[in-house]
């Protein structure tokens, strides 16, 4: 087997068990800060609002660092100070007695996590250009399989072994994901160190950022996160008020989580054929317009039936804006800057995931339960719409080899627009 492929399909597994890991306390979490002490609706709101986007928080500062020092020292180590690292702080809230230390063990996890951004940098330098889409989509399709069976184990497991077993268990599927990518995973990276002539990097950010396409996905990434990741907090408190038997909660939210997942595994797969040479603004039109339209349809919803049902919609729609958005990103930049650029992008991901949880739980502190998924739903579509009407007439601008100015030794006006042709 070709060295690309192997760790191509080797990243892909680990993804898969490091996502699911993560996903496995989303089912419980509003649930685990009520076991905290926490019992007024409002409080386990906001608690689980700031639970949720605490890795966020933290990631959105770090992951630019961390992107830098990727393509500085290699995209391989980056994977496995995420795995490792998270498994570690996974391990530690196992032990939290109260609410503020699980709070600050999630900022700790957000420090060392993010693995998705390494992931997608480390397969986009090693796989062939021509197999960009697929690669990307694959990895994606991992992301989505963890989504699918992390909450449905996760909420299995809380209800039979508990909360806190749950985080231990979090914990050694990382740990063995990490020891997946350190075994058998091969990248041919050459240190590259500082030399005093590198221009800042803040210049070298100016320069990669003169793609506009480039930074339109990334912004769009933001807004996807930001309307999703607002029901995220009150999803299982919302369960349950739907369900009849209070004991099955975190097992039908687990369950509905993974519906998404499992649906958006098939689409990213089946999708990622259609982009694969050319990726289409459409079809992100189209993803956010269905994804919007199957938000709002969850705040009429009365029973689990209809609830499942959306769910496993949804994730259609799903599975093709993720996958597109970061082939456009790694289509539109050369090699040499992809770990700084996903750095990036994953930090504008993160933004979305705190803003998201955040806004989600004042809309239920001021309104209600449902009223959340109306304002995801048209928070969707306004950028649907918002996307078919500026992109509509442009053409994706692929980076090609014989475009690329080296950045160390060009800092004049001049190699902004020749970067940019």
């Given amino acids: 087997m070709k060295i690309w492929k192997k760790n191509l399909y080797s990243v892909f597994i680990a993804e898969i068990i490091s996502i699911s890991g993560m996903a496995f306390i989303v089912p419980f979490l509003p649930l685990y800060v009520k076991e905290l002490g926490v019992t007024e609706i409002g409080q386990i709101a906001r608690w689980s609002g700031l639970l949720v986007s605490a890795p966020s928080i933290a990631m959105v500062f770090v992951s630019p660092i961390w992107g830098s020092l990727a393509d500085r020292f290699g995209r391989k180590i980056m994977v496995e100070r995420a795995l490792f690292g998270s498994a570690i702080t996974m391990f530690l809230m196992s032990m939290a007695s109260n609410v503020t230390q699980l709070l600050l063990l999630r900022l700790l996890q957000g420090v060392f996590s993010g693995t998705i951004a390494a992931c997608n940098a480390l397969i986009s330098t090693t796989c062939p250009e021509k197999k960009m889409g697929t690669s990307i989509g694959l990895l994606q399709t991992g992301v989505f399989l963890g989504n699918f069976l992390g909450p449905l184990m996760g909420g299995i497991t809380a209800d039979i072994f508990g909360f806190q077993n749950s985080f231990r268990i979090t914990s050694t599927l990382l740990f063995f994901a990490g020891c997946l990518v350190f075994f058998l995973v091969r990248e041919n990276f050459i240190y590259r160190p500082i030399k005093k002539q590198n221009i800042p990097f803040t210049l070298k950010i100016r320069l990669v950022f003169q793609n506009k396409i480039l930074i339109i996905m990334i912004l769009l990434l933001f807004l996807f996160q930001f309307s999703i990741r607002a029901v995220t907090p009150i999803f299982s408190l919302f369960v349950e008020t739907i369900v009849a038997n209070p004991n099955t909660v975190s097992s039908i939210s687990g369950f509905l989580f993974a519906l998404t997942g499992l649906t958006s595994a098939l689409s990213a797969i089946i999708m990622s054929k259609f982009f694969e040479k050319n990726p289409s603004f459409t079809i992100l039109f189209i993803g956010f317009l269905g994804a919007g339209i199957i938000f709002i349809s969850q705040g009429f919803v009365?029973?689990?039936?209809?609830?499942?049902?959306?769910?496993?919609?949804?994730?259609?729609?799903?599975?093709?804006?993720?996958?597109?958005?970061?082939?456009?990103?790694?289509?539109?930049?050369?090699?040499?800057?992809?770990?700084?650029?996903?750095?990036?992008?994953?930090?504008?991901?993160?933004?979305?995931?705190?803003?998201?949880?955040?806004?989600?739980?004042?809309?239920?502190?001021?309104?209600?339960?449902?009223?959340?998924?109306?304002?995801?739903?048209?928070?969707?579509?306004?950028?649907?719409?918002?996307?078919?009407?500026?992109?509509?007439?442009?053409?994706?601008?692929?980076?090609?080899?014989?475009?690329?100015?080296?950045?160390?030794?060009?800092?004049?006006?001049?190699?902004f627009s020749t970067y940019n042709k």
């Fill in 302 to 415: 009365t029973n689990v039936i209809q609830l499942g049902f959306l769910r496993l919609c949804l994730g259609i729609f799903y599975g093709a804006i993720i996958p597109i958005a970061n082939t456009i990103i790694s289509l539109s930049i050369s090699s040499q800057n992809r770990g700084k650029v996903f750095g990036i992008s994953s930090s504008f991901n993160f933004l979305g995931k705190i803003l998201g949880p955040i806004m989600g739980s004042l809309i239920v502190t001021a309104y209600n339960i449902p009223f959340i998924f109306f304002f995801s739903g048209i928070s969707l579509l306004c950028t649907g719409l918002v996307l078919y009407a500026v992109l509509k007439n442009i053409e994706i601008p692929f980076f090609r080899k014989d475009q690329y100015v080296d950045i160390k030794k060009t800092v004049s006006r001049e190699a």
